[in-house]
């Protein structure tokens, strides 16, 4: 779906008794493809699938290991034969795990295996439920964009190289990959890095006591600056601004506490990443966590502050005033919302079967195309012969000459690329570390003041910027500005995420960076943009943010009670190989097309590629009533009884 966004020629092949999951997703994800009903177990429908494959660049399946194989397709004879071609799989497990790779791997099996649902965070091991389910298909939404993004960079190695490759991802590694932030494992971490909930956990587990704690009860060991409050609508604002400097100051300035706190001796250290026994006071704003004391404190008074409005009000509010906030909406909402129709977030498509439909924009875009992806085409079913004519309208790649010589001397993919990244906390760094891995070269450029408590500009950093090389400029000065400006010269790419509105001011627009480098390009990851503005285009925010206002948390928790979904990195990690993706989008066009680019994606995109299975809305949809809440499993399981 992705690539056919993008604008390739898609075949898709289904079985003469039609795709084994019949969903209305299925809209969404054969959209802008032609499907053509193949058998593969005859004769006559081999002979059909290799025609069609000796006209393509690029052949995707996903079966289990050698399956495909044992029907005719050997990927291995179709490379040797035609070195150009590019083959990907994505079995549920690899190829070489002899224990679990011809497993039927369905995203349940995958999460429940890799341990997915056993550790979902703080919260549900207080309340003593675990494992949980997860209604989100992170398993196939990770393993997509890596998916994705490898094929593009595997098109660009084949420009230079001129031979394609062979590729699999595992969706089990696609998963692991994606939540990785949560196997990070730090010996001796200063204790002040335990919350709340980890010092009750602890407490809990000495004393053999129970681990029951309601959700009501739960809030109160949240840190005020990471939590869910009630506002005066009965609904609710989640409010993400802990570890910053300046976002929790701007929280208790416009809630009107700030004044109030300081004349109660809240205090301030200046630089947390002395050890605390070297801090010239207690805590400060921008700790993370702040110890129970001042949490409680401000917790208080911010839950009294939060009743004097509505919901959509406080987002406002938190949004003009720069502080990540969100009010928790549902993904019926998100779907509806004006936000994603203005945005390109979300689209609209004439299904032959469900009529006008709603369904999630592009996951990444080029800023000079972007309007030609939000008309998307319905998905068509064709005849074999009009699914080979429309190949053959395409030019395939030819043979490309001296190709042995080239698969004798390989080298990474992308060999030669230099990046410069001026991103922070996790999508960001991420995408660049992950380009990284491909043989990129990542120049990563810090404040000299860091704004961010070390747990995130330290701790997250120890994966993040894996691969890199870094400097600390600062470039509000003359002599910091001449070093970013030569930093830019020297790279081929400039990546940064940042809401719209920062771009000008940073001197990263494309009149004033062209200036400084002809040529150079560009990507940009923030929370809610799309491809066109929308009225929340320049807010900031999170992770958690895009979960709260996206639906997420309404699900995983329950609509009366929202509950951050408790992997780390959820829709970060995600956003960062779709960023991946955009940076070597725009390699690939600029050496087929010599024209410079600006990528962009969102974690609102992210968002809707986690959501896929439910975000879409149709005249005659069945309820929103999909598997949510901490008893979502044990309502599944009352309903496999029924049936």
């Known amino acids: 779906m992705i690539l056919a966004d993008l604008g390739a020629t898609v075949i898709h092949i289904d079985p003469p008794t039609g795709p084994q999951w019949q969903s209305p997703a299925n809209a969404v994800l054969n959209r802008n493809k032609t499907t053509v009903t193949i058998d593969l177990k005859s004769d006559q429908g081999l002979v059909q699938a290799l025609t069609l494959i000796d006209h393509a660049d690029i052949v995707l399946e996903s079966f289990r290991p050698g399956v495909l194989k044992r029907l005719g397709i050997d990927f291995a004879q ?48 207080l309340m003593g439920v675990d494992p949980s389910f997860s209604p989100l298909s992170l398993c196939s939404a990770y393993a997509t964009t890596l998916a994705a993004s490898s094929v593009v960079m595997a098109l660009f190695a084949r420009e230079k190289l001129g031979v394609g490759d062979h590729i699999e991802v595992p969706i089990v590694a696609a998963l692991m990959e994606g939540l990785s932030y949560n196997s990070i494992v730090i010996e001796d971490l200063p204790k002040r890095y335990l919350t709340m909930r980890e010092h009750e956990i602890s407490h809990r587990k000495e004393n053999n006591l129970p681990m029951d704690v309601s959700y009501d009860d739960l809030q109160e060991y949240l840190d005020p600056f990471y939590r869910t409050y009630k506002c005066k609508d009965g609904r609710f604002f989640y409010v993400v601004c802990p570890s910053h400097r300046n976002h929790a100051k701007r929280c208790l300035q416009v809630t009107g506490l700030y004044d109030e706190l300081l004349a109660e001796g809240l205090p301030e250290v200046h630089n947390l990443h002395l050890p605390v026994d070297e801090w010239d006071d207690e805590t400060s704003i ?65 299904d032959p079967e469900y009529g006008m439909m709603k369904q999630p924009g592009p996951m990444v875009w080029l800023e000079e195309s972007a309007e030609q992806m939000l008309q998307p085409r319905a998905r068509v079913t064709v005849d074999f012969e009009a699914a080979l004519a429309e190949l053959s309208e395409v030019k395939a790649t030819p043979p490309p000459t001296g190709a042995v010589a080239a698969k004798d001397n390989r080298q990474a993919w992308l060999a030669g690329v230099k990046i410069l990244d001026l991103t922070n906390v996790i999508a960001g ?14 120049i990563k450029l810090d404040p000299v003041t860091p704004l961010y408590d070390p747990l995130i500009g330290t701790v997250y950093s120890f994966q993040a910027n894996i691969g890199k090389k870094s400097a600390l400029v600062d470039i509000n000065t003359e002599q910091g500005r001449d070093i970013f400006h ?7 790419l400039v990546l940064i995420n940042a809401p719209e509105r920062q771009i000008v001011p940073l001197g ?60 780390l990195g959820t829709l970060d990690v995600n956003c960062g190989f779709v960023g991946g993706l955009g940076m070597a989008l725009s390699l690939y066009h600029k050496m ?47 309903r496999q009884f029924i049936y």
């Open 429 to 442: 760094p991420h995408s660049a570390a992950f380009l990284s891995r491909f043989g990129a070269e990542v």
């Open 286 to 350: 921008g700790v993370y966590p702040l110890p129970k004391k001042w949490a409680d404190i401000i917790s208080a008074k911010m839950k009294q502050v939060f009743l004097t409005k509505t919901s959509e009000e406080w987002g406002v509010i938190f949004g003009e005033g720069q502080i990540p906030g969100a009010p928790h909406r549902t993904t019926q909402e998100w779907v509806n919302s004006d936000h994603c129709a203005q945005a390109g977030l979300i689209v609209e498509v004439d």
């Open 592 to 638: 087929r097309t010599g024209r410079h680019s600006r990528a962009c994606t969102s974690l609102s995109a992210a968002t809707n590629l986690a959501q896929i299975k439910f975000a879409y809305d149709y005249q005659g949809r069945a309820p929103f009533d999909e598997a949510s809440g901490r008893d979502a499993f044990l309502r599944n399981e009352r």
């Open 78 to 125: 179709l490379r040797q034969a035609r070195p150009e071609l590019i083959t990907i799989s994505m079995p549920g497990y690899a190829s070489n795990d002899q224990l679990r790779s011809q497993w039927k791997a369905t995203e349940a099996i995958v999460a429940a295996n890799s341990g997915a649902f056993t550790d979902m965070g703080f919260n549900r091991v």
């Open 486 to 492: 030569q930093l830019i010269r020297s790279v081929d």
């Open 508 to 567: 990263l627009d494309e009149a004033s960076l062209q200036a400084v480098n002809p040529g150079v390009l560009f990507c940009r990851l923030d929370c809610l943009g799309g491809p066109t503005r929308g009225p929340k285009t320049d807010y900031i925010g999170y992770d958690d943010i895009i979960q709260a206002n996206s639906g997420i948390m309404s699900r995983f928790g329950g609509p009366q009670t929202p509950e951050e979904h408790a992997h």
